[in-house]
């Protein structure tokens, strides 16, 4: 930790890795390193060209969701005070409006997003390090008490009216689709495997307007206690870790928001919107059962539009940065323009997790809700992409998951999320699609002017 | 508006899809001629459409092209079906699109206020709308519908009103209305039946008696004499005038009613923005001039039927309503209608629509002097490809012969499986009280085939019926049955029938014996207190008529001796008192007969009873069986057993009291005139719409029964339905008519024979079997006779079953739409009740509804008593402790 106003030499690092003892630590890992040409041969041998339709439809609407989040210090004197605030930004734009201002192979997204407005961006404002609401006792209460508000707040609705539409019903939907004694099968019950204050469980709560609580202890508790963020919430640190985890949450959470009154209201409108999502298709953490709801519930729909004939949803999970983007750097140079590979999990673990030992049951169990894919597209730009898996659960019996899971026939849809992904590429940012770019653009909170306003904010709403 | 909701919208509204695109989504090909129809809009269309044409479909599409894509709002859409199952389909049908449109633009569409349904019905529904239909928006209560049983019951009631009307004496008077029709008999049964069918045909020619009796010297009929036609016209009114007093009317009345109320209201032609009407060849007059007026502002009639496959004359249908639409167009609504063929055959091989085309070249359908055509010309073609045999007779031999080879080849075609089921291959009948009908049956069960005949029998004969009437019969006892004749014999026969069943259920079970006892005993016990009431009067000289005189009977009645204790809670209830008090005090004394009649009246009547009974093991395991996905007819059975109950608790006893039970009155009325009249008329058992055929069966169906349907494999049973000449009814009614005449009387069964041949015969897809009858007595109708002698038409003797193509089962293409209150709600609170109630239509027994809702109306006034009582008891407490202080 530095002292306050004390900056890092940016020299230093090159000491550091020259360091004799950390070179010897080195020595002793494993870790991602460029492939030779030899080993890149082999390694873009699994790439093929990807499968593609004489005529594909592609949907009409794009929605893309994209989360920033931040921490505001109160006072330059008091930095450990802090308030967090996070904002999700839904892009809805329509790719017929996006094709007429198509200028050359490639398209300006600040020129798309002007063309209508409807990007907007969701915040929520949470208590951090050293905050709390009044009438509560800690940080944590604090948190999970501004969470729950927000997350049923009427900014959140469907029809502002009625809370049965807010993001948390949305939760308590999926919620209530959990496997074992937590799932209730009640779309608006769900389950606590323990109340946060006295650790007793499970308690069943309802989505209702009224505070429910804990029939052990008599505490508050929140159906947002479900996704148990608290447990990461500290009273005097920053809660950098909290926030970002919700903030994940919500970029997975607002997509099956939408489809789920999508589907309410016009169904089949379904089939003519594809939904962007940042990021791998996998939920981190202690929330990380909501992957498993996720492909519960992405797979009852599923089956009501193949029972009319028609393609799944179309739900791409676009990463721009992490360890399969990394990867996919090194060894771009190698592969060859229109190739596609769906990563499996022997090349994951051997050449991207740097010989990891496989998990026993395959990679991401607890986590992934969609496969990822290693795309080049014609005009040389590559992206990792992912599709939800055409299961409902990866333990389906008589299926064997693992290897099926990369089996490009079983995702209808590759198709045209490969034709969208070359349409919708951009220039601008490096192997980055317009929707994601837009996203990003209404919902990053930079450090110059953005976060200085957020500071200002701060301190002036707790002076 | 957050967010969300402005996304929502923008998602949700989207443009509609073309219909192209709906049609791609449904895989639905429309042909061409099928495309011009559903995409006609304005203007008179007249839609000739063949067997298997997908006439239902083109229907469908074009009322949601209508609501869709020209804005029309479904209530300014009329649309006439021939059955109510027919009404339903096309509104679940038409809900089902509508859906898959919602589904893409979020827009929802309410087709409550959409008229859809049986011309009765959509008459019924016009007379009160009172918003649409009439200027003040008032008028008075329609009056109650009589189905026909209901129209029989009421013709049996007010039976000796009308005949005295009409100058006849009640004694004689159905043997001087048989005579008319050239029946001998001297039953009022018959008479009524004769009566029934000329006064619908009167109401729907909308013939004024008034007119034709000063006519009636005018006009010839060359077989009915002058005072024959003026006795009809008189008993005609007199049923008219039984009807108004009643505030009751029949179906064809009810017609002419809503035909008046059109007449009478200025923008009656406008309301509708588009008048359907399918199946138009099986309309009447009255009906005809609805549509047409109903349609006289917009000229929007859309008319859809096949004159080919008009059944039902002996309904009053008028297939020249259909034939000469286009003349008729243009004398009401001055424009020629545009005239679209749906002539591709969707259903059936090519072989079989061949066949049936040249069956109807068979007849000529022009006049003698060749200037009229009868039949709308038409050439219907196959869409499928395969041109193998598939028409096939069998060696023609006789009948015994003939039905074993038919039979061996049906069970040839379940063994190699060209069925997937035996209730894919159809036996159809002109009637199926025939002698035929019954050797093919014992063929078929000789090779160990089940056959499923739903209107071969009587109702009243299933099982269940025989059970619980059987028992109805042990409880109210037996009554003597008077008369003569084939019916009074078979009825008699059936009541043996029962009572020896009920019997044999009395003695399997004695707890339902002990019900049985303990019911007779309350009818005893009734009966008795009665006559001892009945003593007190005649020892006090009282009237009986007199009004209840509460303070000089009430003790003596209450004393009388051996009055039961039953008897003398009735008497004694001081509720009953205030009641007696009350309706004195408004000037409507009681009488003195009310209250003995009250007094000894049971608590249970006899859809009680029923429920009742459904408690024991017999009848309980029938709803188990149900339950648990076994044999549903029982209880559907019970279900219809229900309904014909409460017939008679609303029309005829509604509360069982003494009186009715001397001398066997009560079971008289019970078994010899109401069971009796079912029995005669032949209600038949019940028939799931959804699921008409039990599985592991193969139905026999009368050619009615199949119009509609389809069959992988049909057996035309019989080729031979007896020309009997023009029906007596059209002979008496041609005369009376002011409009033009239609088919000659002398050819007019000639055509409906050809007609009804042609249904049968295009009800199959991939094998028509006809049953070639050779020898003594067997004939076959005319237009059979050429084709069979064509020696290139296969016999089954020579078929190959190889060339036949697999016939799999089919679900149907319109969904059943569930409703979330009156099922899904139902269904969760008790699957049992949803069973029940709405599945089978049990009807509830009101009397315990009304015993619960008294029993809590009771209860609540004794509390508010009895807050009273104790308010004022802390008053009068209150004021005592004050003086005391004071």
Known sequence: MPYQNEFARKTTHFDFVRNPEVQEFLANCEYLTPPSEKEAQALTSVFQKPPRLPEVELPHLILATDGSYYEAALNDRIPTTRVGYIKIGAVLFSLKE????????????????????????????????????????????????????????????????????????????????????????????????????????????????????????????????????????????????????????????????????????????????????????????NAAWLHRSIMIYLHEVNEKLEKKGMPPVLMIGLQKRGQIVDYVRLIDRFLPPDSLFAIDDDYRYKYILANRKPSKHGFGFETYYGQDFIFKTREGRSFVFALPYPYKSKEEPGSDFIHEKTEWHRYTNLPVAIRLIERLQTELYQDAVVPIALAHRYTAISLQPGGRVLDLLTRRALA | MSTFEAHLRAITNNETPSIERLWQITKFSPNDAQREAILHVNGPLYLTAGPGSGKTRVLLWRTLNLIVYHHVPPERIFLSTFTEKAAKQLTDGLRGLLGLVTNYTGQSFDLSGMYVGTVHSLCRRLLTDRRRFFADRHRPRPPALLDDLGQYFHLNSAWEQIVTYAGLHPADAAERINAIFDDKSASRHRAIEHLRSAF????????????????????????????????????????????????????????????????????????????????????????????????????????????????????????????????????????????????????????????????????????????????????????????????????????????????????????????????????????????????????????????????????????????????????????????????????????????????????????????????????????????????????????????????????????????????????????????????????????????????????????????????????????????????????????????????????????????????????????????????????????????????????????????????????????????????????????????????????????????????????????????????????????????????????????????LPAAKLQESEIPKVYSFTADYLLYKKCPRQYMIFRKFGFVPSRSQTMFFGSLVHRTLEDLHHELIRRRNLAAKAQSQGEKRDA
Request: hydrophobic fraction near 40%.
């Open chain 2, 200 to 803: 619908n045909r009167f109401s729907e020619e909308l013939i004024d008696p008034d007119r034709v009796q000063a006519q009636v010297a005018t006009l010839a009929w060359p077989e009915f004499s002058q005072s024959d036609i003026e006795l009809l016209l008189e008993l005609y009114k007199a049923y008219r005038k039984t009807l108004e007093e009643r505030r009751v009317t029949d179906f064809a009345l009810l017609q002419q009613e809503a035909y008046r109320v059109l007449e009478d209201f200025p923008g009656s032609g406008e309301v509708f923005q588009h008048v359907i009407v399918d199946e138009y060849q099986d309309t009447n007059t009255i009906q005809e001039r609805i549509f047409f007026k109903l349609a006289s502002g917009t000229k929007n009639l859309c008319v859809v039927g096949d004159d080919d496959q008009a059944l039902y004359r002996f309904r009053g249908a008028t297939v020249e309503n259909f034939v000469q639409f286009p003349q008729r167009c243009q004398t009401y609504l001055g424009v020629t209608p545009r005239q679209i063929a749906l002539d591709i055959n969707y259903r059936s091989r090519s072989h079989i629509v061949n066949f049936y085309g040249r069956f109807m070249e068979q007849t000529d359908w022009r006049s003698k002097d060749g200037h009229t055509a009868y039949r709308v010309s038409k050439a219907i073609r196959a869409h499928r490809a395969d041109a193998g045999p598939a028409v096939v007779a069998t060696t023609p031999a006789p009948p015994e012969e003939a039905c074993e080879e038919i039979a061996a080849f049906v069970r040839r075609l379940i063994d190699e499986g060209k069925v997937e089921n035996p209730n894919q291959i159809a036996f159809l009948y002109p009637s199926l009280k025939s002698k035929q009908v019954e050797r093919m049956k014992k063929a078929l069960e000789a090779h160990d085939l089940q056959v499923y005949a739903p209107r071969a029998g009587r109702f009243l004969q299933v099982s269940e019926a025989v059970d619980v009437f059987g028992i109805y019969l042990l409880i109210f006892g037996r009554p003597s049955l008077r008369g003569m004749g084939r019916d009074v014999d078979d009825f008699r026969d059936w009541l043996n029938d029962i009572e020896a069943r009920a019997e044999e259920l009395r003695h399997d079970d004695p707890q339902l014996a002990q019900f049985i006892t303990d019911r007779r005993a309350e009818l005893q016990r009734a009966r008795n207190d009665y006559r001892i009431l009945l003593n007190v009067v005649a020892r006090h000289h009282w009237n009986l008529d007199a009004p209840y005189d509460l303070s000089r009977m009430k003790r003596a009645l209450y004393n009388a001796p051996r009055l039961s204790p039953v008897g003398q809670k009735l008497v004694g209830s001081a509720y009953f008192d205030r009641i007696v008090q009350k309706r004195a005090q408004e000037g409507h004394p009681l009488p003195l007969s009310y209250v003995i009649r009250r007094a000894t009246s049971l608590d249970w009547n006899f859809l009680d009873l029923f429920y009742h009974l459904m408690g024991f093991e017999h009848f309980k395991a029938m709803f188990d069986q149900a339950e648990h996905h076994g044999d549903e007819g029982p209880v559907a059975n019970l279900g219809l057993i229900t309904q014909y109950l409460q017939r008679f608790t609303d029309e005829r006893v509604s509360i069982i009291t003494a009186n009715l039970l001397e001398d066997d009155k009560l079971s008289a009325i019970f078994f010899n005139s109401f069971l009796f009249a079912l029995f005669r008329l032949g209600e038949s058992e019940w028939e799931n719409p959804e699921d008409p055929f039990p599985r592991g069966r193969i139905p026999f169906l009368t050619i009615h029964q199949a119009k509609g349907l389809e069959f992988p494999v049909v057996v035309l049973g019989n080729l031979y339905k007896m020309d009997r000449g023009a029906p007596q009814m059209e002979r008496l009614i041609r005369p009376m008519l002011t409009r033009p005449n239609g088919e000659p009387l002398e050819r007019m069964t000639e055509f409906d024979i050809a007609r009804m041949f042609y249904v049968a015969l295009s009800r199959a897809q991939n094998l028509l079997i006809l049953a070639h009858f050779k020898g003594k007595g067997q004939h076959v109708s005319p237009p059979f006779k050429a084709l069979l002698r064509d020696p290139a038409l296969p016999r089954l003797g020579n078929f190959d079953i190889a060339t």
């Open chain 1, 98 to 285: 996006f094709a007429d201002l198509r200028d050359g192979r490639f398209v300006d997204p600040f020129k798309v997003a002007a063309l209508q407005d409807n990007n907007t961006a969701l915040t929520f404002v949470l208590p951090s390090a050293n905050v709390r609401l009044r009438a509560y006792n800690s940080v944590r209460d604090s948190f999970r008490a501004a969470l729950d508000e927000q997350l049923l707040s009427e900014k959140t609705r469907f029809a502002p009216q009625n809370f049965h539409t807010s993001l948390r019903s949305t939760l308590f939907h999926l919620a209530s689709r959990r496997a074992g004694e937590l799932g209730t099968g009640h779309p608006f019950k769900l389950k606590l495997h323990k109340c946060p204050t006295c650790g007793k469980g499970p308690i069943e709560l309802e989505d209702k307007l009224e505070q429910q609580f804990c029939p052990y202890c008599g505490a508050p508790v929140y159906p947002s206690d479900c996704l148990r963020l608290w447990e990461e919430v500290s009273d005097y640190q920053s809660n950098g870790t909290a926030l970002s985890r919700l903030m994940m949450i919500l970029e997975h959470l607002i997509p099956i928001h939408y489809l789920r009154f999508i589907a309410q209201k016009a169904f089949l409108a379904l089939t003519r919107i594809a939904f962007f999502v940042d990021g791998p298709l996998a939920i981190f953490g």
